[in-house]
């Protein structure tokens, strides 16, 4: 099996983050800081393809559950906390869901 190795890219803009997560079926969520277990603050992620259904079906048995919300909520909350978010290069023939949400 070969090893290799994938170049990342830090996204700030705002359409480029849209873009790349909805090219990826992504949505925008939130988990609750009082429902994240040692979280202070609010926590963004990226869901992904059927897993953002999932997660609001059951979110009433599971208080930690992301909480799917609008572009504009995300976007509130990554410029506050001043985040970027790193993503996997895109390599032709394959798009990947590998992202990190990190501090500028």
């Known amino acids: 099996m070969e090893a290799f190795m994938t170049e990342t890219v830090m996204l700030t803009d705002h359409q480029a983050i849209r873009d790349w997560a909805e090219a ?29 259904y999932q997660d609001q079906d059951q979110g009433a048995d599971r208080p930690s559950a992301p909480r799917l919300v609008d572009w504009d ?4 909350m990554f410029e506050e906390h ?9 390599v032709d023939g394959r798009r990947e869901n590998f992202h990190e949400i990190i501090r500028r």
């Open 82 to 90: 001043e985040l970027a978010l790193v993503v996997a290069q895109d």
């Open 73 to 76: 909520e995300w976007f509130q």
């Open 24 to 52: 990826r079926i992504g949505s925008p969520a939130i988990i609750d800081a009082q429902a994240s277990i040692g979280a202070t603050q609010p926590v963004l992620r990226l869901l992904f393809d059927q897993h953002a």
